[in-house]
């Protein structure tokens, strides 16, 4: 008897598998598959019952094609993030699976286009056409994959470039408080990259769709769409579509770097990323540790900014440089995700409320900002202005402090003083106004030799415009020769000082003149 019991079941098991493979290949819609059920929805977040195979980051889809992603496997239920809103959606709605792992379209074709986390278009340009799809959430290339960094991303801004220099393949942080300028300086960035062969991907997390339309006019306005992605995940929008948008820009920005080409990728920024994830995990039920953020806050960023990097020349030398930007509280740098992510990356730029509010732009903070990698990613000609320069500016900073107590102070401070104002002055640099090597290095040379200690604060920005006209018309070998990388001979050393000196005396001679009755 029991034979014949397991007989029948093996015929009953084998006459199932053939009927499901005769609906598989005759009629694909009729197949057999799970649908779970809605309990509960609502703040961006389903929890769903009925799907007891799910994997974990599996892709699923709501009636009325809405979208989102397995975030939570629980012996009961299963926890899903909205990818769409969810509106529409009830308790009772049903739900099936994909059997897919998000995705999100890679190609040239993205260049020049607005679109949101999953690669949908959203600046009524059409459709995206594109070959290939990836998944958002990729392994970081391995150590041995990774080359040193030691190609220079130039800025165009003369604090960043002359003493905080960043590589191509580098994370560098930009953090400060609220209003201090640090998505202008990524921006800045960003169109600084024209005619240099780099792919740009911007990704707005959380911002204002005001703000954002505001950023991707200027990127039209200097030609920088070209070769620019904006990749947005409004403020309006659920919050998984915050928490997926840096992941989908970087596959987006990995795929151009597998091809043997350089990436800059902002991240716009990553408090709004991390306050979603802890939306999320919180209405999920998951344990808050410091600060209501989960513990594994610090692993979704490192697998995050592990993913850029300059590859090998075997795997076709492309690189991706990282611009996460961080919103401080109070200037508060030893919060929790400020120290998170310092700790990640490979140096900060620390803009400081202080200086914004004195009109010092670029608010950068010399003594706090640091480039981990440094002068190994710097173009030689740097070198001999860079060292100097950082030098006098901190003993200006200290010395500043005590000055105001209105002492009376040594003839040789008050030289350190005035010359610290002037290299304060030449520092500042309006938006969308980058400055090519050349002409930084020889209007930062003036300032580092004490050519600008006589010439008048109001008269600086006049005497930085013509000193790098001149340069740029007189010395066009020198400059050449600066852009090549090659380090200054002592010829060029003083054919720059020259140039500079003369249009110096010009204008000095001039405001003497214009000042006599």
Avoid: W
């Avoid at 008897?1 to 005769?22: F, P």
């Avoid at 389903?46 to 709501?62: D, H, I, M, Q, W």
């Amino acid at each position: 008897m029991d034979n014949l019991n397991q007989v029948l079941e093996e015929v009953l098991t084998d006459t199932i598998s053939l009927y499901d493979r005769v609906l598989s290949t005759h009629s694909p819609n009729l197949r057999s598959q799970e649908i779970g059920i809605v309990q509960s929805i609502g703040s961006g977040i389903a929890k769903v019952t009925g799907l007891p195979n799910v994997k974990s980051e599996e892709v699923v889809r709501f009636a009325g094609g809405s979208l989102g992603m397995v975030f939570n496997l629980d012996p009961e239920e299963v926890g899903i993030i909205m990818l769409d809103q969810g509106d529409h959606l009830r308790a009772g709605s049903e739900v099936h699976r994909t059997g897919k792992v998000l995705e999100v379209p890679v190609g040239d074709n993205l260049l020049g286009r607005v679109i949101d986390s999953l690669g949908r278009p959203l600046d009524g340009k059409g459709a995206i056409r594109t070959s290939q799809r990836r998944p958002s959430e990729r392994e970081a290339p391995a150590i041995m994959d990774r080359a040193p960094v030691n190609v220079p991303l130039e800025t165009g801004i003369k604090a960043i470039d002359a003493l905080i220099p960043i590589g191509r393949g580098q994370r560098e942080l930009i953090l400060g408080d609220r209003q201090t300028g640090k998505s202008a300086l990524a921006i800045d960035t960003i169109v600084n990259q024209k005619d240099k062969n780099v792919i740009c991907i911007y990704c707005a997390i959380g911002q204002r769709s005001s703000s954002v339309a505001k950023v991707i006019a200027d990127l039209e306005k200097y030609g920088a769409m070209e070769y620019t992605t904006v990749v947005m995940a409004a403020g309006e929008e659920p919050p998984g579509i915050k928490f997926v948008s840096a992941y989908a820009a970087t596959t987006m920005a990995e795929y151009f770097m597998e091809l043997g080409r350089d990436v800059l990728i902002v991240y716009d920024d990553l408090t709004n990323h991390a306050r979603a994830y802890r939306e999320l995990s919180l209405l999920l039920r998951r344990p808050p540790g410091r600060e209501a953020f989960p513990g594994d806050i610090f692993y979704i960023h490192s697998r995050l900014l592990e993913r850029a990097t300059h590859l090998h020349q075997e795997l076709g030398g492309g690189s991706l440089t990282a611009l996460p930007i961080l919103e401080t509280e109070v200037q508060n740098m030893a919060a929790y995700i400020p120290t998170n992510l310092i700790s990640i990356t490979d140096g900060q730029v620390y803009l400081s409320p202080v200086l914004f509010q004195k009109g010092v732009l670029p608010a950068i903070d010399v003594g706090k900002s640091v480039s981990r990698v440094g002068g190994k990613t710097q173009l030689l000609a740097y070198r001999a202005v860079a060292g100097a320069l950082r030098l006098s500016y901190s003993q200006f900073e200290e010395l500043e402090s005590f000055a105001r107590f209105g002492t009376r102070i040594e003839e040789s401070t008050r030289i350190t003083l005035e010359r610290g104002r002037r290299v304060r002055e030449i520092l500042k640099q309006k938006q969308y106004r980058p400055m090519p090597v050349a002409t930084q290095i020889a209007v930062l040379l003036s300032a580092a030799e004490g050519l600008l200690d006589d010439v008048p604060i109001a008269q600086i920005a006049e005497s930085e415009r013509v000193i790098a006209e001149a340069v740029t018309s007189q010395l066009p070998d020198v400059c050449d020769r600066i852009e090549r990388g090659e380090a200054l001979s002592d010829l060029d050393h003083e054919s720059l000082l020259r140039v500079a000196r003369e249009q110096i005396s010009s204008i000095t001679s001039n405001s003497v003149k214009g000042s006599k009755p």
